[in-house]
């Protein structure tokens, strides 16, 4: 079985990417031929800084590395060194309706946070995504919820693809976690964490230091009440006992035994406790392998040529079921 999964080099990775994707990478090369991409290209569609975007790659690799993703038993690369990703994202643009793009909620969401420009990148973004996964006949996609729609526009577009031209691609299942597929933010509760519009407080950064982690776990928003269980009207709470299952690799419903009748000053602390030794490893890791960028850049260039490998094949059988440029 073939997993892919893309991550972007954007801003510093909170706990919400780390437990709804990041340890689904990590899991993955036990369980398949795991292929990830760090996709600068995505990174692009928003207003951005070249320094820095370069920045922020190695920043990303080194967390990947550090979370246990490991080149020699995963393909990890560099979307940007890949041409075929953009090649493919116009080929398959024959096939994926405007409106449907046009009904994606990232799009909108993203779209009206812009103040200059809305580019035709943002709109476009879900089909890079599907040339991503689809360049590499890929069966599994693991994302965190809020990526679900953007994998069944994926699956359409294949089967589109596949029906109009002849079978050519996979068609992806995603891959979301029961638990854990959407964190939200500490400080607003009804909203997903996230690296865009989320309040600086109600963000656990994978590289904050224990003391800021604690603070921001213990000052979350709760409700009034006084008990540990998950439930419509207290989105706080049902917040932190899915991050505590999660991160003692427990079911919800223990965590909300193992707190009964104790409170909420108790559960936090237990939760800033947990969550602080849980992303310890992967920041001190971080700390030593961040300073040595030939060796991050040398790693992404190894894993570029494992992807081309399987990206050129796929790219060729695209452009000869469609016609285009000159037959094989
Ligand atoms: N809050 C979340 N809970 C669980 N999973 C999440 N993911 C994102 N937020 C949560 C998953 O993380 C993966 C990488 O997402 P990305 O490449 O879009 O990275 P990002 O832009 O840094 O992620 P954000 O926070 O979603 O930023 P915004 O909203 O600003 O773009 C994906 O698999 C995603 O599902």
Do not use: I, K, L
């Given at each position: 079985m073939r997993i892919f999964s893309g991550i972007q080099p954007t801003g510093r990775k909170h706990l919400g990417n780390y437990i709804g994707a990041i340890t689904q990478y990590v899991a993955g090369q036990d369980r398949g031929e795991a292929i990830y991409c760090i996709v600068d290209l995505h990174a692009t569609?928003?207003?951005?800084d070249p320094v820095e975007l370069r920045e922020r790659m190695y920043d990303t690799t080194a967390v990947l590395l550090a979370a246990g993703l490991d080149p020699e038993r995963c393909v990890l690369f560099?979307?940007?060194?890949?041409?075929e990703h953009t090649e493919l994202c116009w080929l398959l643009c024959s096939v994926t309706a405007f409106g449907d793009l046009n009904r994606m909620h990232q799009f909108k969401e993203k779209a009206g946070a812009q103040r200059e420009l809305v580019s035709a990148g943002l709109f476009f973004y879900p089909v890079l995504q599907a040339a991503d996964v689809l360049l590499y006949r890929a069966h599994e996609v693991p994302v965190g919820d809020d990526q679900r729609q953007h994998v069944e526009l994926m699956r359409d577009i294949a089967e589109r693809f596949n029906s109009r031209f002849g079978e050519t691609l996979v068609v992806p299942e995603h891959r979301i976690p029961d638990v854990g597929a959407r964190i939200m933010d500490l400080?607003?509760?009804?909203?997903k964490m996230a690296t865009?519009?989320?309040t600086p407080q109600g963000t656990v950064y994978v590289l904050d230091d224990p003391k800021t982690i604690e603070k921001k776990v213990r000052s979350a928003v709760t409700d009034s009440?006084?008990?540990v269980v998950r439930a419509p009207d207290k989105p706080g709470i049902s917040n932190l006992v899915e991050v505590l299952a999660v991160v003692r690799g427990i079911a919800p419903e223990e965590v909300e035994r193992e707190f009964?009748?104790?409170?909420?000053g108790a559960f936090k602390a237990a939760v800033a406790e947990a969550v602080v030794e849980y992303l310890r490893p992967v920041r001190e890791r971080y700390e030593q392998l961040r300073p040595d960028q030939a060796a991050l850049e040398a790693a992404l260039a190894a894993g570029a040529e494992k992807a081309r490998a399987i990206a050129v094949p796929t790219l060729a059988d695209v452009r000869e079921a469609m016609g285009v440029g000159a037959p094989r």
């Open positions: 569609t928003v207003p951005y560099r979307q940007g060194d890949v041409a400080q607003e509760p009804e909203r865009t519009g989320g009440g006084s008990d009964a009748g104790q409170g909420y």
